[in-house]
T-cell receptor, first 114, second 114 residues
Framework: DADVTQTPRNRITKTGKRIMLECSQT?????MYWYRQDPGLGLQLIYY???????NKGEISDGYSVSRQAQAKFSLSLESAIPNQTALYFC?????????????FGPGTRLTVL | GDSVTQMEGPVTLSEEAFLTINCTYT??????LFWYVQYPGEGLQLLLK?????DKGSNKGFEATYRKETTSFHLEKGSVQVSDSAVYFC?????????????FGQGTTLQVKP
């Protein structure tokens, strides 16, 4: 079984709809991240969380919100989706215990906003 | 602020050719450096990493050396295979003592032809 899972894998929605992307991990890591990938731009950080009560904005948080329901679950919401939020979204986890933040990525969610 | 710059792609090579993908970074202090690979339709996987100057990371025939004097972390492989076709991302992190955020380059697409 995959250590980091994301649901759904693909989603098509319409402008103005509320969308939630979910991420679960079985690695037991404290830290979780949401990234957005656009062609030619690499990955940009949306939000990150160090534990259930510690949530921080990344570089491109406008238009997004998150919820850390448990150590293993971190959800990303688009309250009112717009077409320029069409992208590939990745969740990642890391462990603070080894001094270097190697991150482990989920398979991604492809979101299309019409 | 911190940043990572990779060579423009796509890079197209014949099987068994030598590969170099250039990566340079801008950061104060001593970040950790990473190469991640993204195969078609999949999430990012850690390929290799280096945590201090002159360290060499290696995995699956790929190598990269952390060069503090030239602020570079170029990826090399002596003989590429068709199965190496993917997008390669260079990234840096300030480590778990800071936010642990990864800053990515824009990615370089590698196509290997038989």
């Amino acid at each position: 079984d995959a250590d980091v899972t994301q649901t759904p894998r693909n989603r098509i929605t319409k402008t103005g709809k509320r969308i939630m992307l979910e991420c679960s991990q079985t690695k037991g890591h404290d830290r979780m991240y949401w990234y957005r990938q656009d062609p030619g731009l690499g990955l940009q950080l949306i939000y990150y969380s160090f534990d259930v009560k510690d949530i921080n904005k990344g570089e491109i948080s406008d238009g997004y919100s998150v919820s850390r329901q448990a150590q293993a679950k971190f959800s990303l919401s688009l309250e009112s989706a717009i077409p320029n939020q069409t992208a590939l979204y990745f969740c990642a986890t890391s462990d603070t215990g080894h001094g270097t933040d190697t991150q482990y990525f989920g398979p991604g969610t492809r979101l299309t906003v019409l | 602020g911190d940043s990572v710059t990779q060579m423009e792609g796509p890079v197209t090579l014949s099987e068994e050719a030598f590969l170099t993908i250039n990566c340079t970074y801008t950061a104060t202090g001593y970040p950790s450096l990473f190469w991640y690979v993204q195969y078609p339709g999949e999430g990012l996987q850690l390929l290799l990493k280096a945590t201090k100057a002159d360290d060499k990371g290696s995995n699956k025939g790929f190598e990269a050396t952390y060069r503090k004097e030239t602020t570079s972390f170029h990826l090399e492989k002596g003989s590429v295979q068709v199965s190496d076709s993917a997008v390669y991302f260079c990234a840096l992190s300030r480590g778990s003592g800071n936010t642990g955020k990864l800053i990515f380059g824009q990615g370089t697409t590698l196509q290997v032809k038989p």
